[in-house]
């Protein structure tokens, strides 16, 4: 028998060139089978996602899939390619939810290489990435920035020019996508069960939202299948005991999904993320461990030529094994609480008090 | 920042009025991904439930999902307002299947209370309340009273006046609910698997069903969360260990569901729920435990104007970590025996010999 | 009380009969929820399965179901009746997968007992059957002979006459079924990711596929239900704690699956299966078992009257708790290694280079 050598180690850090764009494999059909299983992965109540006539109700011609089960399957392509070899993920930003996906909709995602900055140690390196996720009518329907720090291979090879790409701060109003059908006119808050509306979040408020959801190894590792992310440090326990964490990460979408679900409570009416301006996995997260989640208001925005609508800045932190309430300093000295698993920046749409 | 207090922190004993009619959120569009995840879930086998064929050929446009899926989801609805800050789910009764739910209805749930009665030590009190679910074009398809103890949160809020439902102890046969479509002249008992017919069955029988389903972490908690029940103590482990459980507990719902499936071996022909006449959870479920059951027939019923069906009221008795045939008093001088956890009266449908 | 006699126990190896048709229970119509399930269960990424567009490339409706969910589904049918008291399932052969599974499709099995063999103690005989699925419309889909181990209840009973059925080595490349509007004219190979075609393996080439998969639970006991398999020692902890193997076994069908998706790297363009040549469940797997897989191709057939497919013969070896390159010696004197799980030689379908 001789060895093959078909397996795809995956990229290394020398692999990657500056505008490079890469196709990354596995078209994917959306199903009603991926949203149930969502909601029995999250819990998520939003009835956007779970009821047909609400969403009729706002325009929708039926229930677009939550965005975040969007954002992992897209994601989820991209992995392979990407941060197969990633010694971690630093971040995300500029996280555009371009228009909504329907059940049906085939997703595919390819990835341009933006940025390139070896590391001085000369084994590893941040790769930036711009990744587009395109329904089968070549529409796009989310695109996003992130940067990985990925081994090199081959250390000797040479280092690239450093470029490190101009990034916003977050999505600018002006550039979020609300569909043109989408209309709050006949927002009904009993389908949401939340008394909120746009008008009555501050900048300056904290939410501390109160249910907590404990993460079982069968959660996880069936929610990052269902994304077709293949990183094997979620996955492969005999291989994870002898690294140094001794057992399996959860993929760091998990807690996102669950904070966002778990925040459904006081966020009633946030009824579709906008954008994700930046996000960073601050701490890893493990089976045992049950996430928790505050919101802090960072910013209000009214939306142009819309009365209906207004989008809300938020940020929403997510916390293992600790009470929100505890929680005093998230960050201190640059450096995240221990039992901080996220920072996430987004941008959600809220119906305006009156808007019907 | 200032802490928010936009938490809806549910209801108190105090908080409910009788009469008083609570709308629920989060309307549901079922989608055959429900009815895939619940045969995950429960291993049902019943052929109404996963072939269209078979349901055709007892009247049905297509299959009807699993009467207690339906039940589950319907009652998810209203633990946020009813029984998020309950001591104790007290009973059931009176539960009406009043006509199938499709793929591709929507539910919606809304409760009223009809029965305040404060504890003795005046922290907290019994809350009584039917809840009707309807489908998106308003027709009920299920209703139910259960019965909660809720606490109080302001100790020092007057009593209400002492109000107790009078409740049937069964759900007499007139008041059963069969489509007018469902017929079982071309039922096939090669698809169930079942030899037994609604005559072979008689009151004062013991079934004493083989099968065990040991209950994993994951499936509690996907189903739960499938039903959208968004109840802390079935998946806040962090905060269970504090609780005199020490852990988080399963929720009701599982065990009747795996009892119903687990029943299927001796009542393969007990095609759909009719009502549950009486339901109690004598003791709280763990994940480990192992879950079996048994029945019990208490009664057979003609039904009016029908040669094709009979009625069967069963007694279902869920038992942990102990083989049916073990148990000799499920309850002893009013206490239920401690290896029990269910004891359910309900009553199913099932064809006639030689209806067809 | 009286103790029903109506539960089913299974045939024991005296109840079943050279020749005779045993029609299995519960048709099941398939789901996109069975499809979504299945990817999440195993992390399948064949966009055949997942990407409606990608399969009407390659002449397809739309994308047909997963070969080895539509397997497990129609498997799990036979096990009430088949294998429920098996002591051990022996092995695989002659399985062929005769036309594509598309969702709607509702799958009913049967099996013909073409084998008997009583073992010299007496006490036990090997049942070998012939089952077969075929969809709503009576086509055969899928077909399988498998033998099984199934104790005597009745130990005086006669020995029947011993009759062992001949087996094909392997499904004849004459014999294997493509449907005639497949083709892989368009076949588009950014969409598997797979540099690799027909003509670039060679008999004698092992691929040490890298990934591999902690099982967890929740993950067998969700898949084992979902097929409608309702063996016990799957699901019943409490029952198997006195077994000799102390906890759950996972069923054989979880490590096929695994492997089968694992294997994707390396083998991306292996686009369906068209037969199981033969099985072995070499040792048993547990939850927390983690699985990893190797590939030898053993053949490369061209096909009839076909440019632009050829079909490899591979072995599939599935490994428990070790590195697939650690393995040297599969089986030695007859015996498996003891991390081997799993030895299946099966024949799949791949795109000819430049057939497009």
Known sequence: MTVSTKINTGRFFEDFTLNEV?????????????SALYIAL???????????????????KTTPVDDLLAFHIAFGKT????????????????VCFTQPVFVGDTLSTSSQVIGLKQNSNGKSGVVYVRSTAVNHRDEPVLSWVRWV??????????????????????????????????????FD????????????????????????????????????????NNA????????????????????????????????FNGLENALSILAINAGTHANPSFAGDTIYTLTEVL???ALPNRTDLGALRLRM????????????????NGAYHQNVVLDLDYTVAMPRRGSN
């Open 22 to 34: 890469i196709q990354h494999a596995t078209p994917r059909t959306i199903s009603t089978g991926d």
């Open 42 to 60: 999250t819990g998520s109540r939003n009835p956007l996602h779970c009821s047909e006539p609400f969403a009729q109700s706002l325009g929708y």
């Open 79 to 94: 992995v392979p390619d990407i941060s197969v070899n990633a010694v971690a993920n630093l971040g995300y930003a500029d």
């Open 149 to 186: 720090m990925v081994h090199k291979n081959n250390v000797s090879a040479p280092a690239p020019e450093t470029v490190i790409p101009e990034l916003p701060g977050f999505v600018a109003p002006e550039h979020l996508n609300i569909p043109a059908y989408f209309s709050a006119k006949n």
């Open 189 to 228: 808050h009993e389908a949401t069960g939340g008394q909120y509306f746009w008008e009555d979040y501050q900048a300056g408020e904290r939410i501390h939202h109160v249910a907590g959801m404990t993460i079982n190894h069968g959660d996880h590792s069936l929610a990052t299948r269902l994304y077709q």
């Open 232 to 263: 094997r440090l979620h996955f492969d326990d005999f291989a994870m005991q002898s690294s140094s964490f001794g057992k399996r990460l959860v993929y760091g979408g998990v807690p996102i999904s669950l904070c966002r679900a778990l925040s």
């Open 299 to 301: 910013d209000s925005w």
């Open 317 to 332: 932190v997510g916390i293992k094994n600790m009470s929100p309430g505890e929680i005093t300093e998230i960050k201190s």
